[in-house]
């Protein structure tokens, strides 16, 4: 077997195609034609998943492949902070645009990857590439794929500037809403505009969660109330986040939050109130001896790339392959704190190593099972 490379220009150009096609979540339909198209024109064997009614994953394979290793990534983003301005530009070595870090720069590493082992007859049998919808919403796209596949492991390309990431935050969802009363807007009181007493109970809970853990980060992702015109708003709803370093029993740390919600919300004068969990899940650490995690040690070595460990504190689909029982480790271009910003951006220089790492890794699981 000749050791292959990858085509940097070849990669640049998929990279900044795909960065200049807006797909947010529940709008992929354009780029998964775009790349259903690329893909098919390699050879590769491309398989069209079903999510719902008009979405879908695009799978990608050597032909009559058993995959157990899965390569993961996700086409959709956030919605643009400017819908004017959100294509590809370079500048200095850096390319911006929406969803260069999170996660198109890995995506398009992955693509040439897998693209260069096929052309090098090294693609392995038993791997698999799953570019996926919807996973900056609610992760239908991989829950999609899991429902039709099971993987012993998994190489995700979320933005971890190439440091590998054997542990992974848990996270939980939070929903808050309470009840006051409607009335004038001159009879207004403190005690029963909802506005009011939830901004006194966000403020409360920022000030038990620091204290609980520094290192949890709570994020209050969205405040709204009802629409009452020249009236007491009558409700009032907050949307939070929450990231957990591994370890932390999330269910219990939420069992013992909503107990202190409901205290302090008991003691005020609010008409009614709801809290909601949508979603719960653990962080994870994975044994740094599993021989996966070894392989990827071996491919930084050869390619004289320093070996450091991290953490990844985001939620990610990720959290949804460990509970179906794979090990997945985090590995891919760019930066969280770039991701989700008006600039976000990621050194080219990145997706070319993140491609030549992923590439390699193929190389090595090739030559595993000849």
Not at 319 to 338: E, H
Not at 340 to 353: A, C, I, L, M, S
Request: aromatic share 8%; charged share 20%.
């Amino acid at each position: 077997m000749i050791a292959r490379t990858i085509r940097t220009e070849r990669l640049h150009a998929l990279f900044s195609d795909m960065v200049d096609i807006y797909s947010p979540s529940g709008k992929e339909d354009e780029i998964v034609r775009y790349l259903a198209e690329y893909l098919k024109g390699t050879g590769l064997a491309v398989v069209l998943r079903a999510v719902d009614e008009t979405r879908y994953n695009l799978e990608i394979s050597a032909k009559r492949a058993e995959p157990k290793i899965l390569f993961l990534g996700h086409i959709d983003t956030v919605p643009a902070y400017d819908i004017e301005q959100y294509e590809f530009s370079e500048h200095q070595g850096n390319c911006h645009g929406l969803g260069t870090a999170d996660m198109k720069g890995g995506c398009a590493a992955m693509i040439e990857a897998f693209v260069s082992a096929w052309e090098g007859d090294c693609l392995p049998s038993d791997c698999m590439l799953s570019l996926v919808v919807g996973e900056e919403e609610n992760g239908d796209g991989t829950q999609a794929l899991l429902e039709a596949w099971r993987f012993s492991h998994a190489i995700v390309a979320e933005p971890t500037n190439m440091q590998p990431c054997t542990s992974h935050f848990g996270y939980m969802e939070l929903v808050l809403t309470l009840l006051g009363y409607r009335r004038h807007a001159a009879l207004s009181e403190k005690e029963t505009n909802a506005i009011r007493t939830m901004l006194q109970l966000l403020l409360q809970l920022e000030e038990h969660v620091e204290h609980s853990s520094h290192e949890i980060a709570l994020n209050i992702r969205d405040l709204h109330s009802s629409e009452s015109g020249f009236a007491v708003p009558d409700s009032c709803s907050a949307s939070l986040d929450l990231h957990m370093p591994a370890g932390v029993d999330v269910a219990r740390y939420a069992q013992d939050l909503e107990a202190f919600l409901r205290a302090f919300i008991e003691t005020s004068s609010v008409n009614g109130f709801r809290i909601e969990l949508p979603f719960i899940t653990d962080g994870y650490v994975i044994d740094t001896s599993d021989p996966f995690v070894e392989m990827i040690k071996s491919v930084y070595h050869d390619l004289s790339l320093p070996w450091e460990l991290e953490s990844f504190r985001s939620h990610s689909d990720a959290n949804l392959l460990r509970d179906a029982g794979c090990t997945p480790i985090i590995l891919g271009p760019g930066s969280l704190s770039a991701a989700h910003t008006k600039d976000e951006y990621v050194p080219f220089g990145q997706v070319v190593q993140a491609s030549e790492v992923y590439l390699n890794l193929l190389q090595v699981l090739h030559g595993r099972s000849t």
